[in-house]
C-alpha cells in the first residue's frame, strides 16, 4: 500500500528503447512499467552465389493494429531480463563457395516463448528463406517487407508472409531486407528494400556481386564462385515500448 501510495500522483511518459548490435544484455524494468510491447527482428543470412535471408521478424503488443503474433507481454518494476540480439550470418569465403552460406541467429527477450529466428543462409544459388527471401543467382532483386523471390529454376523464395514494418504497423519502418544474388549479365542486383541501414547485409568482394539487404537483419549477397566471399547478413535487433514514471 505504501508503495502504491508513493506513487499516484507521478505522470506516466512513453518510452521505447532499442536493443543492437548482436550479444547478451540485460534490462530492468523501469518503475510504473508493468507491461511492454516488443518488436524483434533475427540476424540475417549470409549468401553464397544466392544472396541470403533476411532476419525473421516477431511482434508482441498490446493493440490489434496491423500484425502482431502475440499479446503484449507482462513484466515487474526492478525484473531483470535477459536480451538477446541475433547476430548475422558470417561471410563465406571462396574455398566454402560450394557449401551455403550461414543462418542467423536468433534475437529472444526473455525466454524462447518470444523469439524471432534468423534468415537462412543461401543454398549455393538458390536464396535463403526469411523475413524477406534472398535472391538466387542471376534472377532480381532481394524482396523486401517479408516478400518471397521468385527464383525462376531454383523456385520460390519464401518470406514471412506479412510485414517486416516496426510492432506490424503500417506507418513503421521496414526491416531484414533479403541479399541479392550474383550475375552474369552486366545488371547488378539490389538487396531488399529497408528504412534503416544499420543491420543492413554486406555485398559479395567485387563489383557485380549480389548487394546485402537492409537492415536490421539484412541478408548478405552473393557473388561468383571464382570471387573472394559472399557477404555477410546484418545483426537483428530488439525493440522495446512502454509507459513508465517520469523521471
Request: charged fraction near 20%.
Amino acid at each position: 500500500m505504501r508503495r502504491r501510495f508513493e506513487y499516484k500522483d507521478r505522470e506516466l511518459e512513453d518510452f521505447l528503447i532499442r536493443f543492437y548490435p548482436a550479444g547478451n544484455y540485460t534490462w530492468i524494468v523501469p518503475e510504473g512499467c508493468f507491461s511492454v510491447d516488443v518488436f524483434l527482428v533475427g540476424g540475417g543470412g549470409s549468401g553464397s552465389s544466392a544472396g541470403g535471408g533476411g532476419g525473421y521478424t516477431k511482434t508482441f503488443k498490446s493493440d490489434n493494429k496491423g500484425w502482431k503474433d502475440g499479446e503484449a507481454i507482462a513484466v515487474k518494476p526492478g525484473q531483470s531480463i535477459s536480451i538477446t540480439v541475433g547476430k548475422g550470418g558470417a561471410k563465406v569465403y571462396q574455398a566454402e563457395q560450394n557449401s551455403p552460406g550461414k543462418d542467423g541467429g536468433y534475437s529472444q527477450f526473455m525466454s524462447s516463448s518470444y523469439r524471432a529466428n534468423g534468415g537462412k543462409g543461401a543454398n549455393k544459388w538458390r536464396g535463403g528463406d526469411g523475413g524477406s527471401a534472398g535472391s538466387s543467382s542471376y534472377t532480381q532483386d532481394g524482396a523486401s517487407d517479408g516478400g518471397d523471390t521468385n527464383g525462376e529454376e531454383y523456385g520460390v523464395i519464401k518470406g514471412q508472409g506479412h510485414t517486416t514494418r516496426d510492432f506490424g504497423e503500417s506507418g513503421g519502418k521496414r526491416n531484414a531486407g533479403g541479399g541479392s544474388g550474383e550475375t552474369n549479365t552486366g545488371v547488378v542486383f539490389q538487396g531488399g528494400i529497408s528504412d534503416y541501414s544499420e543491420g543492413s547485409g554486406t555485398g559479395g568482394s567485387t563489383n557485380g556481386s549480389g548487394k546485402g539487404g537492409g537492415g536490421y537483419g539484412g541478408g548478405g549477397g552473393g557473388v561468383r564462385y571464382s570471387m573472394v566471399y559472399a557477404g555477410a547478413g546484418g545483426d537483428g535487433t530488439v525493440l522495446i515500448r512502454g509507459r513508465r514514471y517520469k523521471s
